[in-house]
């Protein structure tokens, strides 16, 4: 029987990662170990309980303040122990945090083959997104199975000189996750209160946004939603004290919007499923919302989903507080543009890219997604 250990350690890689696991679970030839590094605890723990799982080990690395150094110098130490004692056949590793970079790094270390998860997405530029460019990059180095999302990543890696042998085309796990959390019967109170007003959902956290990019995203928010009585906003604000404090300063006394505290992955999909339109520097959400016929824009000056660009779907707006107040107000009062981006196809999967991964893995042929 094959030992397939899979790790995560963050929300938006384990939401990505659980249907994976569950499509293992179900074959029979294969043994599947599930480990917690820990990176992102209180965050992590809300969708093991939506998918109903509980990781075989945890490492519980998380610490109030911790650096880049702590994160990787505590991971690469325990998740040692982890993969001596298990010996996997292979490690699957998600996208591009630290957790993946790492445990990638001691399984090249050990001589474990490693399977990427999302692999060939690229900014090339490995300081934007931070540490996120250099961390995929890096996996990309050792990862014996390439799982590409789109044709576009599978590109990334082949111009880099990967064997197109170890590439694969499968979509993006995410789409398949989002048959287990988005329900027509959700009910919320945020979404009574926004009653039938337009709902516009925001996240931001991104580690190269923090300080005054913030405060100009935050600034353009305010003033559209100003000028905007028929939109309400709603915005999970990230357990990030610096991002925290931004938001009171720019938001905290506007009422058309209400910061709440991080919610769980059931909650964060059927928010975007009902939003009218999305503001976020989040990777993940620029895959999801257009499954919803959501339009984004996307607050950061480069981003590794390019596919979305090209669609329709995503529109890239940097941190600037004059463009975003300007693409925000556009797609508020141009329906005509709104809708070019609403009913834009999504280029990132059919919610079959978890059974094509596991097929690879027991050897059997699979055919890419188109």
Not at 122 to 146: C, D, H, M, V
Not at 350 to 363: H, N, Q, S, V
């Amino acid at each position: 029987m094959k030992k397939i250990m899979v790790v995560v350690g963050c929300r938006p890689d384990c939401i990505k990662m659980m249907p994976l696991v569950k499509e293992l679970r179900s074959r029979h030839g294969i043994k599947t170990i599930l480990l917690s590094t820990g990176q992102h605890r209180q965050m992590l723990d809300q969708v093991f309980e939506v998918f109903d799982e509980k990781p075989d080990y945890d490492l519980a690395i998380m610490k109030q303040g911790q650096t880049l150094f702590d994160i990787t110098t505590n991971i690469l130490s325990n998740v040692k122990q982890v993969l001596e004692k298990v010996s996997p056949d292979i490690v699957l590793v998600h996208g591009d945090t630290s957790t993946a970079f790492v445990t990638a790094l001691a399984c090249f270390y050990l001589q474990i083959p490693v399977g990427h998860v999302e692999a060939g997405l690229r900014t090339y530029n490995i300081y934007s997104p931070f540490p996120e460019e250099f961390n995929r990059q890096g996996i990309g180095l050792i990862a014996k199975y390439n799982f590409a999302p789109t044709k576009l990543a599978k590109q990334n890696l082949i111009r880099e000189g990967k064997d197109a042998s170890s590439i694969y085309v499968t979509g993006n796990t995410v789409i398949d996750a989002m048959a287990y959390t988005v329900k027509d019967s959700y009910a919320h109170p945020e979404l009574d209160w926004v009653g039938n007003d337009k709902l516009i959902f925001i996240t931001a956290h991104r580690r190269e946004n923090l300080g005054e990019p913030m405060h100009n995203m935050f600034r353009a928010i305010r003033r559209v939603l100003n000028e905007h009585p028929d939109c309400k906003a709603i915005y999970p604000i990230h357990m990030n004290p610096i991002v925290r404090k931004a938001a009171d300063e720019e938001l905290g006394h506007c009422d058309r919007i209400h910061l709440i505290e991080p919610v769980e992955v059931f909650d964060c999909h059927n928010f975007e499923s009902r939003a009218y339109l999305i503001l976020t520097d989040s990777g993940g959400i620029q895959e999801e919302a257009p499954s919803y016929g959501v339009p984004v824009l996307v607050m950061r000056d480069t981003t590794e989903r390019p596919e979305g660009v090209e669609a329709g779907t995503l529109k890239l707006v940097g941190t600037s507080e004059e463009v975003i107040y300007k693409e925000f107000s556009r797609l508020l009062d141009d329906k005509k543009e709104y809708e070019a981006m609403s009913n834009a196809c999504n280029p990132y999967g059919d919610g079959k890219a978890c059974k094509r991964i596991a097929d690879i893995l027991e050897g059997k042929y699979c055919s890419e997604w188109e």
